[in-house]
């Protein structure tokens, strides 16, 4: 099974985000990153599933959180290209890929 890797941006977003959460009521940050961590072994094991995205990204969404988890599938790993909150800039984070 190959491992996941998260694009730094991507790493701050996911922290960011539990942070926000955390601060709005107590270990709702903690059930955030429960939520987007338990989506990567379903990349894992079913990459295809994710919805197909733009310059070959896929993606999955989060469950009770407007997110979505944009993935890209290389040799070696999967690359998680961004934690992207639903309601903000739609493809925003194009430009990490090139």
Not at 20 to 45: C, D, H, M, N, T
Not at 46 to 71: A, D
């Amino acid at each position: 099974m190959k491992p996941v890797a998260y694009h730094r941006l991507a790493a701050s977003e996911l922290i960011q985000s539990a942070k926000f959460y955390e601060q709005r009521k107590p270990a709702l940050g903690k059930a955030f990153l429960s939520v987007a961590e338990a989506i990567l072994p379903k990349i894992q094991s079913n990459p295809e599933l994710g919805k197909i995205g733009k310059l070959g990204t896929r993606s999955w969404k989060t469950k009770r959180f407007p997110f979505r988890i944009v993935y890209l599938e290389e040799p070696d790993r999967f690359w998680i290209v961004a934690v992207a909150h639903l309601s903000r800039r739609p493809d925003y984070w194009i430009r990490r890929l090139r």
